[in-house]
């Protein structure tokens, strides 16, 4: 059988840095075909080239055995590629129906397009009702709607850029269950994901790029997921190790915390009551949009809960502002890198300012010391591995691995008593997801309570003492993680999400 | 098809290249326009930008620069504040009005009184107007979220209405037989805002402005309520989270500018135009959004800004009086300016492609 696509020595060079050298890769119709690599490794100046979103330097990509040079994406798709991205372009106001004809060149009539939706996502096992507004869709639902945009155009290759980082367990099975039926059609798929167990159980091919260049293929069934991730890092890989530690008194105490969203397509926190202790390391878990970015501003300060609902060292926090907290010690982590946990058109060093100003003493009297902020910021840069020429650089310029690691470093390196992360390793190679898990470990070891938010089961299970699943605004009572396996968590999730409908 | 898209990463020297290109732009087409008027296009051009500086009457021109210069800076420093923190106050000209009347105001009402006094007094007045008026914006927009853009421009309006109600009643000249305007306070030694060095131009407001730059740089550049204001231009959720409270920024941003018009307005009305009339302003808060955009927001830029369009004020007043150029034709000059920055901004930060739709 002739190569679907296939990719003949791609370079492609921006001022710095080679993000492809000689990259070559062929992909068979229906063959699930893995690309791995740490951030920064090249994998989405491959995919962009493409699906024309950028032009290659040197090299030749072929498609069914002719020149494929697509000059924008409307050409790649015309060509019959499909890309579902990481973060979807739905608006929440709108439709399905509507998201979809507004990609569309020339969108059929809106009942017709129903018709063709239904259709499409009843024959993949995708559930999904075409009249439903995008606002009230789990992460899991919009990803069907993406998916099915791309379905509508019947492609040959559909890329999917890391699928599976926001859905729950039973979700990924519903989406795995699609995938292999496309392949079984014929239509090939480029997958990329750091998540290694969910390659080897879906993938036919891999193959794995490191500083932009092809280090290795292989065939993922039968190579072990630790393998695979020494190919990718380079090296031999340490996974995180919580030294054993007592825990202790309540640090942080949320009791019956309720507070309405600022944003129109947010979820209001109901009830919601923990506690951290020093030195314990809570895991909550629960998919994106379930009251996650509402708890974190919460706890940083952002977003105002009443009197009594949140306590630090038995201190209500009712009024203290998010600068103030970080004077007593409780920081915080959002999951939003570029726009919210940074600015992304300013430098490290004043992004570094940004949170620093208070614990690090980076400001006297109001007058900034960029001397000494500077310092800071060169401090995480070499303390997390963060891969940059310098501090002086824009936070926009970095990977988002990489200014991740510039985030959590930053909060780190301040040594709060309570640190509160959202998405810690979303989007983060596995090496730097480790750096990161191990960093949050040893702050909780050495005396600090760390409330961990994430959507990433395995990492909860690995670095929390205690979980809880926030589902719909509402937390389930934390329990100890020890004795948890993945299926009773994907239930206190209410990893169902979405399933009713699959029934009907 | 013409479509534009973004370029991934604009090139630094064109965002300080192009106040100079649209200049030279302005030049160019402003000269077409002067052609087109039946004029000589270079000898305008070299009216408008040689002659103030370098031409027979320089003498007289050339402290007109800081008189003109100085207003439209001190006014543009305050509101480029608020423009670096996405605050958009468009009424500068009308807390130019009240903190010139309450200038004048605070300074007559002590007439014939001779005190040192007195003008400190005026400054204080002036400053305090112009900050009241650029607060009833700010508390609306913090109070119900109402737009400053729009409640600070109506109320320019409310201003001149103001400014016509005090030269005919309240501040009017009693001496003044039965015209309209106020007391000449260029007559009154405590409250004239003289030059400071004779035939320099140089009065205090100039030297507020002075000091209204250094002010401003410094806190852009070194203090953490500058730093706040750069975060919230440029990314106002990671503010918030870097603990930036929005409504105080906004109630400081056009308190300040305010502040600083309304100074201005104390110091043309006491010093170069010297009494309150109907037409005492005469555009200088909306020219310095102009100038603070032109000066990239930048103090120092802002400087530069204010001294090349206190240049076009000049030259167009000579050119008009010389060539008989009409007055509107230089305002369609001054607006060029502002256009063509703005259009080379989008050019920096944008690319055009031109083509037909690709095969499907």
Same mark, same amino acid.
């Given at each position: 059988?002739?190569?679907?696509?296939?990719?003949?020595?791609?370079?492609?060079?921006?001022?710095?840095?080679?993000?492809?050298?000689?990259?070559?890769?062929?992909?068979?119709?229906?063959?699930?075909?893995?690309?791995?690599?740490?951030?920064?490794?090249?994998?989405?100046?491959?995919?962009?080239?493409?699906?024309?979103?950028?032009?290659?330097?040197?090299?030749?990509?072929?498609?069914?055995?002719?020149?494929?040079?697509?000059?924008?994406?409307?050409?790649?798709?015309?060509?019959?590629?499909?890309?579902?991205?990481?973060?979807?372009?739905?608006?929440?106001?709108?439709? @399905?129906?509507?998201?979809?004809?507004?990609?569309?060149?020339?969108?059929? /009539?809106?009942?017709?397009?129903?018709?063709?939706?239904?259709?499409?996502?009843?024959?993949?096992?995708?559930?999904?009702?075409? #009249?439903?507004?995008?606002?009230?869709?789990?992460?899991?639902?919009?990803?069907?709607?993406?998916?099915?945009?791309?379905?509508?155009?019947?492609?040959?290759?559909?890329?999917? !850029?890391? /699928?599976?980082?926001?859905?729950?367990?039973?979700?990924?099975?519903?989406?795995?269950?699609?995938?292999?039926?496309?392949?079984?059609?014929?239509?090939?798929?480029?997958?990329?994901?750091?998540?290694?167990?969910? *390659?080897?159980?879906?993938?036919?091919?891999?193959?794995?790029?490191?500083?932009?260049?092809?280090?290795?293929?292989?065939?993922?069934?039968?190579?072990?997921?630790? #393998?695979? $991730?020494?190919?990718?890092?380079?090296?031999?890989?340490?996974?995180?190790?919580?030294?054993?530690?007592?825990?202790?008194?309540?640090?942080?105490?949320?009791?019956?915390?309720?507070?309405?969203?600022?944003?129109?397509?947010?979820? $209001?926190?109901? !009830?919601?009551?923990? !506690?951290?202790?020093?030195?314990?390391?809570?895991?909550?878990?629960?998919?994106?949009?379930?009251?996650?970015?509402?708890?974190?501003?919460?706890?940083?300060?952002?977003?105002?809960?009443?009197?009594?609902?949140?306590?630090?060292?038995?201190?209500?926090?009712?009024?203290?502002?998010?600068?103030?907290?970080?004077?007593?010690?409780?920081?915080?982590?959002?999951?939003?890198?570029?726009?919210?946990?940074?600015?992304?058109?300013?430098?490290?060093?004043?992004?570094?300012?940004?949170?620093?100003?208070?614990?690090?003493?980076?400001?006297?009297?109001?007058?900034?010391?960029?001397?000494?902020?500077?310092?800071?910021?060169?401090?995480?840069?070499?303390?997390?591995?963060?891969?940059?020429?310098?501090?002086?650089?824009?936070?926009?310029?970095?990977?988002?691995?990489?200014?991740?690691?510039? @985030?959590?470093?930053?909060?780190?390196?301040?040594?709060?008593? @309570?640190?509160? @992360?959202?998405?810690?390793?979303?989007?983060?190679?596995?090496?730097?997801?480790?750096? *990161?898990?191990?960093?949050?470990?040893?702050?909780?070891?050495?005396?600090? $309570?760390?409330?961990?938010?994430?959507?990433?089961?395995?990492?909860?299970?690995?670095?929390?003492?205690?979980?809880?699943?926030?589902?719909?605004?509402?937390?389930?009572?934390?329990?100890?993680?020890?004795?948890?396996?993945?299926?009773?968590?994907?239930?206190?999730?209410?990893?169902?999400?979405?399933?009713?409908?699959?029934?009907? | 098809?013409?479509?534009?898209?973004?370029?991934?990463?604009?090139?630094?020297?064109?965002?300080?290249?192009? &106040?100079?290109?649209?200049?030279?732009?302005?030049?160019?087409?402003?000269?077409? %326009?002067?052609?087109?008027?039946?004029?000589?296009?270079?000898?305008?051009?070299?009216?408008?930008?040689?002659?103030?500086?370098?031409?027979?009457?320089?003498?007289?021109?050339?402290?007109?620069?800081?008189?003109?210069?100085?207003?439209?800076?001190?006014?543009?420093?305050?509101?480029?504040?608020?423009?670096?923190?996405?605050?958009?106050?468009?009424?500068?000209?009308?807390?130019?009005?009240?903190?010139?009347?309450?200038?004048?105001?605070?300074?007559?009402?002590?007439?014939?009184?001779?005190?040192?006094?007195?003008?400190?007094?005026?400054?204080?007045?002036?400053? %305090?107007?112009?900050?009241?008026?650029?607060?009833? &914006?700010?508390?609306?927009?913090?109070?119900?979220?109402?737009?400053?853009?729009?409640?600070?421009?109506?109320?320019?309006?409310?201003?001149?209405? %103001?400014?016509?109600?005090?030269?005919?009643?309240?501040?009017?000249?009693?001496?003044?037989?039965?015209?309209?305007?106020?007391?000449?306070?260029?007559?009154?030694?405590?409250?004239?805002?003289?030059?400071?060095?004779? +035939?320099? +131009?140089?009065?205090?407001?100039?030297?507020?402005?002075?000091?209204?730059?250094?002010?401003?740089?410094?806190?852009?550049?070194?203090?953490?309520?500058?730093?706040?204001?750069?975060?919230?231009?440029?990314?106002?959720?990671?503010?918030?989270?870097?603990?930036?409270?929005?409504?105080?920024?906004?109630?400081?941003?056009?308190?300040?500018?305010?502040?600083?018009?309304?100074?201005?307005?104390?110091?043309?009305?006491?010093?170069?135009?010297?009494?309150?009339?109907?037409?005492?302003?005469?555009?200088?808060?909306?020219?310095?959004?102009?100038?603070?955009? %032109?000066?990239?927001?930048?103090?120092?830029?802002?400087?530069?800004?204010?001294?090349?369009?206190?240049?076009?004020?000049?030259?167009?007043?000579?050119?008009?009086?010389?060539?008989?150029?009409?007055?509107?034709?230089?305002?369609?000059?001054?607006?060029?300016?502002?256009?063509?920055?703005?259009?080379?901004?989008?050019? =920096?930060?944008?690319?055009?492609?031109?083509? =037909?739709?690709?095969?499907?």
């Amino acid at each position: 059988m002739t190569d679907l696509l296939a990719l003949r020595g791609l370079t492609k060079a921006y001022p710095g840095v080679v993000a492809n050298d000689d990259v070559s890769l062929a992909i068979a119709p229906g063959e699930i075909h893995a690309l791995l690599g740490e951030n920064g490794a090249g994998k989405s100046t491959l995919v962009k080239m493409i699906y024309g979103l950028v032009k290659p330097d040197a090299g030749q990509m072929e498609m069914q055995g002719s020149t494929f040079a697509p000059s924008d994406p409307r050409a790649a798709r015309g060509a019959g590629v499909g890309m579902v991205f990481q973060h979807f372009s739905l608006f929440d106001a709108l439709s @399905v129906a509507e998201n979809i004809a507004l990609g569309m060149e020339t969108p059929p /009539p809106m009942r017709t397009l129903a018709a063709r939706i239904l259709e499409v996502s009843d024959t993949y096992g995708l559930p999904l009702s075409p #009249d439903r507004t995008v606002g009230d869709l789990s992460a899991g639902e919009r990803q069907r709607v993406e998916i099915i945009r791309c379905l509508l155009q019947d492609p040959k290759l559909l890329i999917m !850029d890391e /699928p599976t980082s926001v859905l729950t367990p039973q979700e990924v099975e519903i989406l795995f269950e699609t995938l292999r039926k496309l392949s079984a059609e014929g239509t090939a798929i480029l997958y990329i994901s750091h998540k290694l167990e969910e *390659i080897r159980a879906l993938c036919d091919a891999a193959t794995i790029l490191r500083g932009g260049k092809v280090v290795g293929t292989c065939v993922p069934r039968d190579t072990s997921a630790r #393998d695979m $991730a020494e190919l990718m890092v380079g090296s031999t890989l340490t996974t995180p190790k919580a030294s054993s530690h007592s825990t202790g008194d309540v640090a942080l105490a949320v009791t019956g915390l309720s507070a309405a969203s600022p944003s129109a397509f947010g979820m $209001a926190l109901r !009830d919601v009551t923990f !506690d951290v202790h020093v030195g314990e390391v809570l895991g909550i878990g629960g998919v994106a949009g379930n009251g996650q970015d509402e708890l974190l501003a919460v706890l940083s300060g952002e977003l105002a809960a009443g009197p009594g609902m949140v306590a630090f060292q038995g201190r209500d926090m009712h009024g203290i502002g998010p600068e103030a907290r970080r004077g007593l010690g409780v920081l915080s982590a959002p999951e939003e890198r570029l726009g919210h946990a940074a600015a992304p058109n300013m430098s490290l060093t004043e992004n570094a300012m940004l949170t620093g100003a208070a614990r690090e003493g980076l400001a006297r009297r109001g007058l900034l010391d960029w001397a000494k902020t500077r310092a800071f910021a060169q401090r995480i840069i070499s303390d997390f591995d963060v891969r940059t020429p310098g501090p002086e650089n824009a936070a926009r310029s970095l990977s988002g691995g990489n200014l991740q690691k510039f @985030v959590i470093g930053r909060e780190v390196l301040q040594k709060p008593d @309570v640190l509160v @992360v959202n998405q810690p390793t979303w989007g983060v190679d596995a090496a730097a997801a480790a750096a *990161i898990r191990q960093a949050l470990l040893d702050l909780a070891a050495g005396g600090a $309570a760390v409330v961990v938010i994430s959507q990433d089961l395995d990492e909860l299970m690995e670095i929390s003492d205690r979980f809880a699943a926030l589902n719909e605004g509402q937390l389930s009572a934390p329990r100890p993680t020890a004795g948890l396996d993945v299926e009773q968590i994907g239930l206190m999730l209410g990893g169902a999400h979405g399933m009713e409908v699959a029934h009907v | 098809m013409i479509r534009i898209e973004a370029r991934p990463q604009p090139s630094a020297l064109m965002a300080y290249a192009t &106040p100079v290109l649209a200049v030279v732009l302005t030049m160019i087409f402003g000269g077409v %326009l002067f052609a087109v008027l039946g004029k000589d296009p270079l000898e305008a051009i070299a009216t408008i930008f040689w002659e103030p500086i370098f031409g027979e009457f320089a003498f007289f021109y050339r402290p007109q620069l800081l008189i003109k210069g100085a207003p439209l800076v001190l006014i543009a420093i305050g509101l480029a504040l608020g423009f670096r923190a996405g605050i958009w106050n468009i009424g500068a000209e009308g807390q130019y009005i009240v903190g010139a009347i309450c200038g004048a105001g605070a300074g007559l009402a002590f007439y014939p009184t001779e005190s040192v006094l007195i003008f400190p007094l005026m400054v204080l007045a002036g400053a %305090l107007g112009g900050w009241a008026w650029a607060m009833i &914006p700010a508390v609306l927009k913090v109070k119900f979220g109402t737009n400053e853009i729009l409640v600070s421009l109506m109320l320019v309006y409310v201003a001149e209405q %103001l400014l016509a109600s005090m030269s005919l009643g309240l501040l009017k000249n009693p001496e003044g037989f039965g015209f309209p305007g106020s007391r000449n306070l260029q007559q009154y030694g405590s409250a004239h805002n003289a030059e400071i060095i004779a +035939g320099t +131009g140089m009065h205090w407001g100039v030297v507020a402005a002075l000091i209204a730059v250094i002010f401003a740089y410094v806190l852009l550049t070194r203090h953490r309520l500058g730093f706040a204001i750069r975060v919230t231009g440029e990314a106002p959720r990671a503010a918030k989270f870097g603990g930036v409270n929005p409504a105080r920024l906004v109630l400081f941003c056009l308190g300040m500018s305010g502040l600083l018009a309304g100074l201005a307005g104390m110091f043309e009305v006491s010093g170069p135009s010297g009494q309150i009339s109907i037409d005492f302003n005469v555009g200088y808060g909306f020219t310095a959004i102009i100038v603070a955009f %032109l000066g990239r927001l930048n103090p120092l830029g802002i400087v530069a800004a204010g001294l090349l369009m206190a240049l076009t004020y000049i030259g167009g007043d000579i050119a008009q009086s010389q060539l008989g150029l009409p007055a509107a034709a230089i305002q369609v000059f001054q607006g060029m300016l502002l256009f063509f920055l703005l259009a080379l901004d989008v050019l =920096t930060n944008y690319r055009v492609r031109f083509g =037909t739709a690709e095969v499907a």
